[in-house]
């Protein structure tokens, strides 16, 4: 198992998929993983959801993990569906201390200093800075960088095409989590291989 570190530097954006429908889920994962994305989010928002995991999970070349992690209960489930990371979009104690003894890759989200300095309690340095753009933007990140040198975030929420280049250019950021890859509707592998070729072209600094 690869750790999150690593996890966070193999792709420059971590798409963020919320799929309704389980038939979507080889058809998106393929596009992905032709595209050059191959570290894949699926949150724990839709039915199909575990489904999805167990499906992408057997599809060659990807790194499939569970977003919108919230409990011990959530984890369980989807690692049980082969889920080879967690994310969660808060840092809760209970979580974090399953997610450690369960020994998976796991990145909670944070949105201030607070957030931060409880995960390095834990011994985390790694972070999903969420919501990225409604928690103050580039300069909200960039202002907690100084007293943590030491963290790495991934942003997420909010990110855009466009905008995912500001992200990338700040030094401890190793990657976005986006969800303008896989818009939601029926799938176009096409469309979804050509904006995953994109993203994986965006370089971090």
Do not use: Y
């Not at 369980?76 to 974090?96: C, N, Y």
């Not at 990225?132 to 030491?150: D, R, S």
């Not at 995912?164 to 890859?181: E, H, N, R, T």
Request: hydrophobic share 50%.
């Amino acid at each position: 198992m690869t750790t999150i570190d690593a996890l966070m530097r193999s792709v420059p954006v971590i798409p963020v998929l919320v799929i309704e429908d389980a038939a979507h889920a080889e058809p998106i994962a393929r596009a992905l993983v032709d595209g050059g994305l191959t570290a894949l989010e699926v949150t724990l928002r839709t039915p199909a959801a575990l489904e999805v995991i167990r499906i992408m999970a057997q599809v060659e070349g990807a790194v499939v993990g569970a977003g919108t992690v919230l409990n011990e209960r959530d984890l369980d489930a989807a690692m049980e569906a082969g889920a080879q990371f967690i994310v969660s979009p808060g840092l809760t104690d209970p979580l974090t201390k399953a997610a450690i003894a369960r020994g998976i890759p796991f990145l909670p989200g944070v949105a201030n200093a607070a957030d931060i300095m409880r995960g390095l309690d834990h011994g985390l340095d790694r972070f999903k800075f969420f919501p990225a753009e409604a928690a103050g933007g580039v300069k909200a990140l960039k202002a907690l960088t100084g007293p943590f040198g030491q963290v790495r975030f991934c942003p997420t929420g909010g990110i855009t095409e466009a905008t995912a280049p500001d992200w990338l250019k700040i030094a401890q950021v190793l990657c976005v989590g986006g969800s303008w890859v896989v818009p939601a509707g029926e799938p176009q592998p096409e469309a979804i291989r050509r904006a995953a070729r994109v993203a994986s072209g965006l370089r971090p600094h």
